[in-house]
């Protein structure tokens, strides 16, 4: 469900409560998380609860984000963060919420299906509705870059929200690929949202023995085998590029952090959650990188290519 033309000016938020419950992949933990409403100006705010009561309350923006190993985690401390959080930030992003709280029962979101898709429906099937309140965004206005190694990401100068992610594995069955595209809610939802997690059996015995991957299964992760073929009998959603879609998911998600949608283009090679993260933090601490805009007029949106057609939530990474 797109947002008309008319409410792309405006914040948006849930028009009622939804919950779902799944399996934490890392913890192999029942969890379950609630979506509700919420006021102009909040911005996507996370609450665990234990018994009834909150423990920890964090804002989704870069500066509340600990660890990015194999996931993005909110938090600093194991007995209060909320991890895997970017399949759903990326539904978030990318269906124009701008304003939620989400309960969460657990230390980690829901893996469900190992992508972006049930948290759509969800969103879908509750509705969202525009507040009186008008959204901001964030235009690069110049390139802000960093790299490790080989692994390099960067935002560059775009009239729209663009990504451009190239992954390269040692692994014939993966190899080199890329997905180039302007981000849209229907881009997403068609050509990115179905994309899952995935994996390699080489690496479960030490996920297992660190503590990870304990609800990981064929339900939700792409698995190679040692051979280098998928294990799952249903094979691959996305033809052979099913990998560097999930890569660009979780970039989606990961910027989602910016606290505003972005107008500009974010590209990464061999990247991850933790350059993702690290890139985010490199721009929003160079003030003289981008600004801060509100929505454009229809005519200055018919000259810019319709570049607020996506919508994101309005947690400014200045308040953070």
């Known amino acids: 469900m797109g947002l008309g033309i008319g409410l792309l000016g405006f914040q948006t938020t849930i028009a009622h409560a939804v919950t779902l419950r799944g399996t934490g992949v890392h913890s192999g933990s029942e969890v379950s998380i609630t ?75 829901p893996i469900m299906d190992g992508s972006s898709a049930p948290f759509i429906e969800a969103i879908e099937q509750t509705g969202i509705k525009a507040l009186a309140v008008k959204r901001r965004y964030i235009r690069i206005i110049k390139p802000v870059r960093i790299e490790s190694g080989a692994s390099w990401s960067e935002f560059v100068p775009y009239d729209g929200m663009r990504f451009e992610v190239e992954i390269d594995f040692d692994c014939p069955l993966i190899g080199r690929q890329s997905w180039k595209g302007d981000m849209t809610p229907s881009v997403f939802k068609t050509e990115l949202s179905r994309a899952r997690t995935f994996g390699f059996m080489r690496d479960v015995e030490r996920l297992w023995a660190s503590g990870h991957a304990l609800g990981s299964s064929l339900e939700n992760s792409v698995v ?25 998911l979780d970039a989606v998600g990961d910027l989602a952090l910016a606290g505003a949608p972005f107008i500009g283009c974010y590209r990464s090679y061999r990247g991850g959650h933790k350059m993702n993260s690290h890139a985010l933090k490199a721009l929003l601490s160079d003030r003289s990188a981008y600004e801060v805009v509100e929505t454009a007029t229809p005519r200055q949106r018919a000259s810019a290519r319709e570049v607020v057609a996506i919508h994101a939530p309005e947690f400014a990474p200045w308040s953070a």
């Open 35 to 109: 979506f509700h409403p919420a006021d102009a100006d909040s911005g996507v705010v996370f609450q665990r609860v234990i018994d009834e009561t909150v423990i920890s309350e964090y804002k989704a923006v870069s500066s509340q984000v600990g660890n990015t190993d194999l996931c993005t985690v909110l938090g600093f401390s194991a007995a209060t963060s909320i991890a895997t959080i970017e399949h759903v930030m990326a539904a978030v992003y990318a269906l124009g919420l701008d304003n939620l709280l989400i309960e969460v029962h657990g230390a980690e979101m």
């Open 224 to 248: 190679i085998s040692d051979d280098n073929t998928v294990i799952n009998v249903e094979g691959l959603r996305y033809a052979k590029d099913e990998f560097v879609r999930h890569k660009t």
